[in-house]
């Protein structure tokens, strides 16, 4: 792999037409054979925002903020060449309601619903939920940055990377979390390994999908030891369905860290759920995501892709 995208280049899209976008889906991003799904979400992401900001370029303010996406991963996608076909399910003065599904191959490998509007120009009433933030441990650009000194920040370590040979996507992020986790729950602050790259609004998916260590603390046998909680056998964890419902906008040029909150309420059966919680860098509640994802051996990660015969219509 000789060059290695930043996640805008990774993420960019072309307009087609009207309502078709292509993309290029990078091996840098992939686990095994597969892009993250998160990954792809925001390739669609980034679509959408391009889609109503050219399109749709008459709507003032434009609506370039996905406020929710819903996608339905039915097939692998594979590193290569996508087309994204977008369809306006709703075009309103606030909101808009976009159906999105990403081809490749000719076969429809994602389907998602994305509500659109312009965030800064949201008006109405807030009021207090009394719902309590997750405890960061460090907070503002400033201390966080002391975690990539090379004394870093007592209390606190940097995530390794299992078999990141295998989830190559795993190299383009390190993660921080303090060296006490709560038991089935994973805390941490993540930033680009490229430093000079930035999490958009779109790259919010892409961590809301970087799950790290969360299966392995499940399977540390009770190891106290952070740095050995993570001998697990190799799995592939191909995503279901993934939601995410964003709270607040970034700049325009992004931020250098988000935190995220993830757990787990059960993993049955190699089938479990994904709940997260993302802050800002300030500590404000920047996102949540949801997802159903499989735990399955990595082998059918590589195995190829077999042809799908169009879903018959009953009537």
Same mark, same amino acid.
């Given at each position: 792999?000789? &060059?290695?995208?930043?996640?805008? /280049?990774?993420?960019?899209?072309?307009?087609?037409?009207?309502?078709?976008?292509?993309?290029?889906?990078?091996?840098?991003?992939?686990?095994?054979?597969?892009?993250?799904?998160?990954?792809?979400?925001?390739?669609?992401?980034?679509?959408?925002?391009? &889609?109503?900001?050219?399109?749709?370029?008459?709507?003032?303010?434009?609506?370039?903020?996905?406020?929710?996406? &819903?996608?339905?991963?039915?097939?692998?996608?594979?590193?290569?060449?996508?087309?994204?076909?977008?369809?306006?399910?709703?075009?309103?003065?606030?909101?808009? =309601?976009? &159906?999105?599904? +990403? +081809?490749?191959?000719?076969?429809?490998?994602?389907?998602?619903?994305?509500?659109?509007?312009?965030?800064?120009?949201?008006?109405?009433?807030?009021?207090?939920?009394?719902?309590?933030?997750?405890?960061?441990?460090? =907070?503002?650009?400033?201390?966080?940055?002391? +975690?990539?000194?090379?004394?870093?920040? /007592?209390?606190?370590?940097?995530?390794?990377?299992?078999?990141?040979?295998?989830?190559?996507?795993?190299?383009?992020?390190?993660?921080?979390?303090?060296?006490?986790?709560?038991?089935?729950?994973?805390?941490?602050?993540?930033?680009?390994?490229?430093?000079?790259?930035?999490?958009?609004? /779109?790259?919010?998916?892409?961590?809301?999908?970087?799950? %790290?260590?969360?299966?392995?603390?499940?399977?540390?046998?009770?190891?106290?030891?952070?740095?050995?909680?993570?001998?697990? %056998?190799?799995?592939?964890?191909?995503?279901?369905?993934?939601?995410?419902?964003?709270?607040?906008?970034?700049?325009?040029?992004?931020?250098?860290?988000?935190?995220?909150?993830?757990?787990?309420?059960?993993?049955?059966?190699?089938?479990?759920?994904?709940?997260?919680?993302?802050?800002?860098?300030?500590?404000?509640?920047?996102?949540?995501?949801?997802?159903?994802?499989?735990?399955?051996?990595?082998?059918?990660?590589?195995?190829?892709?077999?042809?799908?015969?169009?879903?018959?219509?009953?009537?």
């Amino acid at each position: 792999m000789d &060059h290695i995208p930043t996640f805008l /280049e990774a993420s960019a899209v072309q307009q087609l037409t009207s309502h078709t976008y292509s993309g290029n889906l990078s091996k840098a991003y992939c686990i095994g054979a597969v892009p993250n799904g998160g990954y792809v979400a925001a390739v669609m992401l980034r679509a959408a925002a391009t &889609h109503m900001t050219t399109t749709h370029a008459r709507i003032t303010p434009h609506q370039q903020h996905a406020i929710s996406f &819903h996608g339905m991963f039915m097939i692998k996608t594979n590193a290569g060449s996508v087309e994204v076909k977008v369809t306006d399910s709703k075009i309103g003065r606030g909101y808009s =309601v976009l &159906h999105i599904e +990403l +081809l490749q191959e000719g076969m429809k490998c994602v389907n998602a619903y994305v509500t659109m509007t312009n965030i800064d120009n949201e008006n109405g009433p807030t009021l207090n939920t009394f719902w309590e933030k997750p405890d960061t441990g460090l =907070v503002g650009r400033k201390e966080l940055d002391k +975690l990539l000194s090379p004394e870093g920040v /007592e209390g606190w370590f940097e995530h390794p990377k299992p078999f990141a040979d295998f989830r190559e996507v795993s190299k383009r992020t390190r993660f921080f979390s303090a060296k006490k986790p709560t038991p089935g729950v994973i805390s941490n602050w993540g930033t680009f390994t490229n430093q000079s790259d930035s999490i958009t609004n /779109e790259a919010i998916a892409l961590i809301a999908d970087l799950f %790290v260590g969360v299966i392995e603390q499940m399977d540390s046998d009770g190891e106290d030891d952070p740095k050995k909680q993570f001998q697990s %056998v190799k799995f592939w964890y191909p995503t279901l369905s993934f939601t995410l419902d964003v709270k607040k906008s970034l700049p325009k040029d992004g931020v250098k860290w988000v935190f995220s909150k993830v757990h787990s309420q059960q993993v049955k059966n190699g089938r479990w759920d994904l709940q997260v919680v993302m802050l800002d860098e300030d500590g404000e509640l920047l996102a949540t995501s949801t997802q159903v994802a499989l735990m399955v051996d990595a082998s059918r990660n590589t195995k190829p892709r077999g042809k799908r015969d169009a879903p018959a219509t009953k009537l």
